[in-house]
């Protein structure tokens, strides 16, 4: 392209106003802030448009005598970089998205440099800004406007590599992590590289080393690395903040800043002392994302039930019962404590061997157990029994006045938490051997009502085991499994064992309260509000108490949005001071060595983003609606791939590469250095992407809709689960 030269003004970086990011770009303005402040940046200058630069020099002497005074008379070589306003900001980096000429000779090859990164600007597909960011800066304009050029001198490196003052991948601000390569750092940067990756201590001990060096043959030895950590820290300094840096070290060993940018995409850290949680055992009974009404009627008496059931058998400490609850929502999906619950094994197996304390609160509480394991029977007929009583004198809803309708919700929150507790213990102190389960009196029902053809609907209403087969809910309509893959006969819900019998009442108050909320709502519908069963859903009980209480309905109500639909919690996790899960390993799944497979998963080099779910997707072709990329390297040019993306999977490359940086910054979980990835993973087969451990597991695909609520129905019925 044909630049004009008139309209270029020249900034040289040793002035005060190249540390304008608004005049020279964020990337030269970072480089003039940390050579003033005295650390080892390269001369060079920047090229901006003159507009806002009128009082500088500009024009082609002023752009030549620039260039000479770098080339020197022997013509050293270049290096011309972008140096946009909108790039290595705070909130994006926009990394490896515009132009980089390297080893640019003469003038002649200086002038096309230069065209080719200002039009770098007009062409680049720049995805749209991460959801929950504003990339804008203020007054608008897209990411190619103001775009300088940064000019300086190459540099001939030896090793080169990224350095990020904090570890990304990790969380950890107590950590640096750096990448090295020999040579410069832009093989590494673009992905085709893996290099040597070192994590140190900001005192300069080094952690860890993947893959492992031979000692006497290590890219960056103590003395590169202490020198790494010193420049690390006193950039930091210097900015305020941990940065990702560029790095090199010449010919004479000499260490140079290339780059330094804020680390946008902090992976994140468990809170210190955070619970394990984890779906554990809840899931099937709530598999969807719960609104906060839903939640307050059926969560809060589940884990209200089970600290009862736990407190009675002794499993914990009252201590721990007070303060931490057995169920929880994240995110509107339920997750279970599940170290409260024994679903995993203790984290300290040989101090709880040796302390007295459980051992002396199991035989305190042994006298409750043994007398409840002989009660506890006759006590849940009883508890069944109360409930059959009362669900059977409750009128029909429309009958009822509001009070009453309250009154009933009420109730049902109540006996909810008990017929928790006694089904927790039923499962612990019972024994039901191969016993019938409620699910599967319920699938032998369904089967055999359809082959009389009798519709869905009337076999519902005729028989209310069926709602077992249903999850509870005020909003989403029931749809009984399209399969039963069930032979057995019905017997009738009274040869029910008493733990189904409890789990049965369960699901029968559960549905009573729909029906109530549900008429509730239909009495305040009106033309201006016709979603009423919606917003109620929002609410949480106490002010759907109060408003069944004569409380006025609120403006504020009507301005709350749904729980929108969250992806599946990790089977493990703790959660962050944001409060967002934390995937954590507790078995032998996970942190193997890159490339390697463990049990049907293949692992990688985790480059953070957290954990997702897709169809896998090679880049070409029609793109599923939550597709897992699988690729053999990390082209910064699929950048506008990335918003949406269920996983990001590559061959090669390296954590720290331009397009990892991005994939962190818009959550989506990548996984790289995975040999055969494109082959071991052919598209659309549905994968599981985990970039905190770099595990990515390949999932079979369902053979039909509707086969997933059958499998959930089948296995509550096979499996004993509390």
Same mark, same amino acid.
């Given at each position: 392209?044909?630049?004009?030269?008139?309209?270029?003004?020249?900034?040289?970086?040793?002035?005060?106003?190249?540390?304008?990011?608004?005049?020279?770009?964020?990337?030269?303005?970072?480089?003039?802030?940390?050579?003033?402040?005295?650390?080892?940046?390269?001369?060079?200058?920047?090229?901006?448009?003159?507009?806002?630069?009128?009082?500088?020099?500009?024009?082609?002497?002023?752009?030549?005598?620039?260039?000479?005074?770098?080339?020197?008379?022997?013509?050293?070589?270049?290096?011309?970089?972008?140096?946009?306003?909108?790039?290595?900001?705070?909130?994006?980096?926009?990394?490896?998205?515009?132009?980089?000429?390297?080893?640019?000779?003469?003038?002649?090859?200086?002038?096309?440099?230069?065209?080719?990164?200002?039009?770098?600007?007009?062409?680049?597909?720049?995805?749209?800004?991460?959801?929950?960011?504003?990339?804008?800066?203020?007054?608008?304009?897209?990411?190619?406007?103001?775009?300088?050029?940064?000019?300086?001198?190459?540099?001939?490196?030896?090793?080169?590599?990224?350095?990020?003052?904090?570890?990304?991948?990790?969380?950890?601000?107590?950590?640096?992590?750096?990448?090295?390569?020999?040579?410069?750092?832009?093989?590494?940067?673009?992905?085709?590289?893996?290099?040597?990756?070192?994590?140190?201590?900001?005192?300069?001990?080094?952690?860890?080393?993947?893959?492992?060096?031979?000692?006497?043959?290590?890219?960056?030895?103590?003395?590169?690395?202490?020198?790494?950590?010193?420049?690390?820290?006193?950039?930091?300094?210097?900015?305020?903040?941990?940065?990702?840096?560029?790095?090199?070290?010449?010919?004479?060993?000499?260490?140079?800043?290339?780059?330094?940018?804020?680390?946008?995409?902090?992976?994140?850290?468990?809170?210190?002392?955070?619970?394990?949680?984890?779906?554990?055992?809840?899931?099937?009974?709530?598999?969807?994302?719960?609104?906060?009404?839903?939640?307050?009627?059926?969560?809060?008496?589940?884990?209200?039930?089970?600290?009862?059931?736990?407190?009675?058998?002794?499993?914990?400490?009252?201590?721990?019962?007070?303060?931490?609850?057995?169920?929880?929502?994240?995110?509107?999906?339920?997750?279970?404590?599940?170290?409260?619950?024994?679903?995993?094994?203790?984290? &300290? #197996? *040989? %101090?709880?061997?040796?302390? $007295?304390?459980?051992?002396? /609160?199991? !035989?305190?509480?042994?006298? @409750?157990? =043994?007398?409840?394991?002989?009660?506890?029977?006759?006590?849940?007929?009883?508890?069944?029994?109360?409930?059959?009583?009362?669900?059977?004198?409750?009128?029909?809803?429309?009958?009822?006045?509001?009070?009453?309708?309250?009154?009933?919700?009420?109730?049902?929150?109540?006996?909810?938490?008990?017929?928790?507790?006694?089904?927790?213990?039923?499962?612990?102190?019972?024994?039901?051997?191969?016993?019938?389960?409620?699910?599967?009196?319920?699938?032998?029902?369904?089967?055999?009502?359809?082959?009389?053809?009798?519709?869905?609907?009337?076999?519902?209403?005729? &028989? #209310? *085991? %069926?709602?077992?087969?249903? $999850?509870?809910?005020?909003? /989403?309509? !029931?749809?009984?499994?399209? @399969?039963? =893959?069930?032979?057995?006969?019905?017997?009738?819900?009274?040869?029910?064992?008493?733990?189904?019998?409890?789990?049965?009442?369960?699901?029968?108050?559960?549905?009573?309260?729909?029906?109530?909320?549900?008429?509730?709502?239909?009495?305040?519908?009106?033309?201006?509000?016709?979603?009423?069963?919606?917003?109620?859903?929002?609410?949480?009980?106490?002010?759907?108490?109060?408003?069944?209480?004569?409380?006025?309905?609120?403006?504020?109500?009507?301005?709350?949005?749904?729980?929108?639909?969250?992806?599946?919690?990790?089977?493990?996790?703790?959660?962050?001071?944001?409060?967002?899960?934390?995937?954590?390993?507790?078995?032998?799944?996970? /942190?193997?060595?890159?490339?390697?497979?463990?049990? =049907?998963?293949?692992?990688?080099?985790?480059?953070?983003?957290?954990?997702?779910?897709?169809?896998?997707?090679?880049?070409?072709?029609?793109?599923?609606?939550?597709?897992?990329?699988?690729?053999?390297?990390?082209?910064?040019?699929?950048?506008?791939?990335?918003?949406?993306?269920?996983?990001?999977?590559?061959?090669?490359?390296?954590?720290?590469?331009?397009?990892?940086?991005?994939?962190?910054?818009?959550?989506?979980?990548?996984?790289?250095?995975?040999?055969?990835?494109?082959?071991?993973?052919?598209?659309?087969?549905?994968?599981?992407?985990?970039?905190?451990?770099?595990?990515?597991?390949?999932?079979?695909?369902?053979?039909?809709?509707?086969?997933?609520?059958?499998?959930?129905?089948?296995?509550?019925?096979?499996?004993?689960?509390?």
């Amino acid at each position: 392209m044909g630049i004009c030269l008139e309209r270029l003004a020249v900034i040289p970086l040793d002035t005060e106003e190249a540390r304008d990011p608004a005049l020279a770009g964020a990337k030269a303005a970072c480089l003039a802030r940390a050579a003033a402040a005295g650390l080892p940046v390269l001369p060079g200058f920047a090229l901006v448009p003159e507009e806002p630069a009128a009082e500088l020099p500009h024009g082609p002497s002023a752009v030549r005598e620039a260039w000479r005074g770098l080339s020197g008379t022997e013509g050293h070589s270049l290096v011309v970089r972008s140096s946009s306003a909108y790039e290595d900001t705070a909130d994006s980096s926009m990394a490896g998205l515009f132009a980089s000429e390297l080893d640019v000779r003469g003038w002649d090859d200086f002038m096309s440099a230069v065209g080719k990164v200002l039009d770098s600007s007009r062409r680049s597909r720049a995805p749209a800004p991460a959801p929950g960011r504003d990339d804008q800066p203020v007054g608008g304009g897209d990411p190619s406007g103001g775009m300088a050029v940064l000019v300086q001198p190459m540099l001939r490196a030896t090793v080169g590599g990224v350095m990020f003052g904090a570890d990304p991948l990790a969380g950890r601000e107590d950590r640096i992590l750096v990448s090295a390569v020999r040579g410069g750092p832009e093989q590494l940067l673009a992905g085709t590289v893996q290099g040597v990756r070192y994590q140190v201590t900001r005192h300069g001990r080094l952690v860890a080393t993947e893959p492992r060096e031979p000692r006497r043959d290590r890219l960056l030895g103590h003395g590169r690395i202490s020198r790494l950590v010193r420049l690390a820290r006193n950039v930091e300094r210097v900015f305020g903040e941990p940065q990702d840096m560029e790095f090199g070290f010449d010919t004479d060993d000499a260490l140079w800043l290339f780059q330094a940018r804020p680390i946008t995409a902090m992976a994140l850290r468990a809170s210190r002392g955070a619970r394990l949680l984890g779906p554990g055992p809840v899931a099937e009974t709530f598999p969807g994302v719960l609104q906060p009404l839903e939640e307050d009627l059926w969560v809060a008496p589940m884990s209200h039930g089970l600290t009862l059931a736990l407190d009675n058998t002794g499993t914990a400490p009252r201590r721990i019962l007070r303060t931490v609850p057995p169920v929880t929502t994240v995110d509107g999906r339920v997750a279970a404590d599940l170290r409260l619950l024994g679903a995993v094994p203790s984290a &300290h #197996p *040989v %101090l709880d061997f040796i302390n $007295p304390l459980p051992g002396a /609160r199991r !035989a305190s509480a042994a006298w @409750r157990v =043994g007398r409840l394991r002989s009660a506890l029977p006759l006590l849940a007929v009883d508890l069944m029994a109360e409930v059959d009583r009362e669900l059977t004198e409750i009128p029909p809803p429309q009958e009822m006045l509001s009070g009453l309708i309250l009154k009933a919700l009420t109730w049902g929150r109540n006996v909810l938490s008990s017929l928790h507790a006694q089904e927790s213990l039923a499962g612990s102190l019972v024994g039901h051997g191969n016993e019938a389960t409620a699910v599967g009196e319920a699938l032998a029902v369904l089967a055999e009502g359809r082959a009389r053809g009798i519709p869905d609907a009337t076999l519902l209403a005729r &028989h #209310p *085991v %069926l709602l077992c087969l249903l $999850p509870p809910s005020l909003n /989403r309509p !029931a749809r009984l499994p399209r @399969r039963t =893959g069930w032979t057995g006969a019905p017997r009738g819900v009274e040869a029910l064992p008493v733990r189904e019998g409890l789990r049965l009442r369960i699901r029968w108050v559960q549905e009573m309260q729909v029906s109530l909320v549900r008429e509730y709502a239909a009495r305040l519908q009106t033309a201006d509000r016709p979603d009423v069963l919606r917003r109620l859903s929002m609410l949480r009980w106490p002010e759907l108490a109060g408003l069944m209480g004569g409380a006025p309905w609120t403006a504020e109500f009507d301005e709350r949005e749904p729980r929108p639909d969250a992806p599946p919690l990790p089977a493990a996790f703790r959660l962050s001071q944001e409060g967002r899960p934390v995937a954590e390993h507790t078995g032998g799944r996970g /942190r193997g060595r890159a490339g390697s497979r463990d049990r =049907g998963h293949d692992t990688g080099q985790g480059a953070g983003g957290g954990h997702g779910t897709g169809t896998a997707w090679h880049g070409h072709g029609s793109r599923p609606g939550h597709a897992v990329l699988v690729v053999r390297t990390l082209d910064p040019a699929l950048a506008a791939e990335l918003p949406d993306l269920g996983g990001l999977v590559a061959e090669t490359g390296s954590v720290l590469s331009h397009l990892a940086v991005l994939a962190r910054e818009y959550k989506v979980p990548t996984v790289v250095g995975l040999p055969d990835a494109v082959e071991r993973f052919p598209q659309g087969i549905e994968l599981v992407v985990d970039g905190t451990s770099g595990t990515v597991e390949a999932l079979s695909k369902e053979a039909e809709e509707g086969e997933e609520e059958e499998e959930r129905a089948e296995a509550r019925a096979e499996a004993d689960l509390p």
